[in-house]
């Protein structure tokens, strides 16, 4: 079932009540004069997209292509053709084949390709679709008296984008959808071969300011609508990156060389619960996301000096490290 959570008149935080472990939120716009626009509006059950284009649908825009967020995009395709798809360029062509995502996200290179295309074609039952509208990040449109500013935040993925949702005559109070800036328990995720940590430290602090010096009422992809300003909750995404640095320096050692066996699947990001059912292409998807985050940190202290690599991917802490 799903639940229409209000955040202002006519726009709605929409997820469903369902205990599938793979599914986000999306935002329903109420537009009565040319048709509802919807953003991720995803992870539902079939039947559950079928009562969302009950009424007509304008526009459908993708905040960027991760799998929770886009594999069930092709109802939309196909219970209704005219309705406009938009999605981030160059994440628009992951829609429409999905090999350049495999390709660009590093399952490939990394030899579980196969593994992903069959966790999203056999298990999710993704399907590519045939017609996507790609748009710069950043691009504003209007529909009515609707105002939907597009804001790049990459890192995350490469085009991963927010939303501010605003309404021309100033009347109504501004939201601003973050996507997967990160606002869960787990804090910024950048799992993929393309994401990188620096953008994702960037686009936090572009979003904090977005949001300290205007009035906005906040809700992401994985997390609740928040109403009151809360001024520590980027700075607290930035503390949560960098308690993972340090937690990967505790486990590392100076005199014995550890490597990723050592810090994969220990607790640094997918908890022993979570990755406890987690069996066959699931799992191996899993060790794959957690080997790309610890190495983007890893990364990051051998440039600080705080590592050094003792042989392929063996490191030491470097003790004479004076930075």
Known sequence: ML??????????????????????????????????????????????????????IEAYFVS????????????????????????PIPENNYLRDFNNFVEDNGTFDYGIGDNFKKFAFDELKFKELKYVIGF????????????LKTIPIPGHSPAHTAFSIEDSSGNKKKILFVADIGLTKMGPWYGFKYSNLNNVRDSIKKIEKIYLNDDYIITSGHGPVIFEKQSNIFRDLLRKMDESENKILNMLDPDTPKGLDDLIFKGLFFSENYIKP?????????????????????KELMEKKKLIEVSKNQWIINNNNSI
């Open 136 to 147: 710069n990040s950043g691009t504003e449109f209007k529909f009515n008296n609707l105002i």
């Open 3 to 56: 639940i229409y959570e209000k955040v202002i008149d006519g726009i709605f935080l929409v997820y469903s009540d369902s205990q599938f472990w793979f599914k986000c939120n999306g935002i329903l716009i109420k537009n009565k004069n040319s048709g509802n626009i919807l953003i991720d509006c995803n992870c539902f059950y079939k039947n559950e997209i079928k009562e969302l284009i009950n009424d007509k």
């Open 64 to 87: 960027h292509v991760h799998l929770d967020h886009v594999y069930n995009l092709h109802f939309y395709e196909e219970f209704d053709p005219k309705i406009k798809i938009y999605c």
């Open 278 to 298: 987690m069996k066959g292409d699931r799992e191996n998807i899993l060790y794959f996301f957690e080997n790309n985050m610890i190495l983007s940190h890893i």
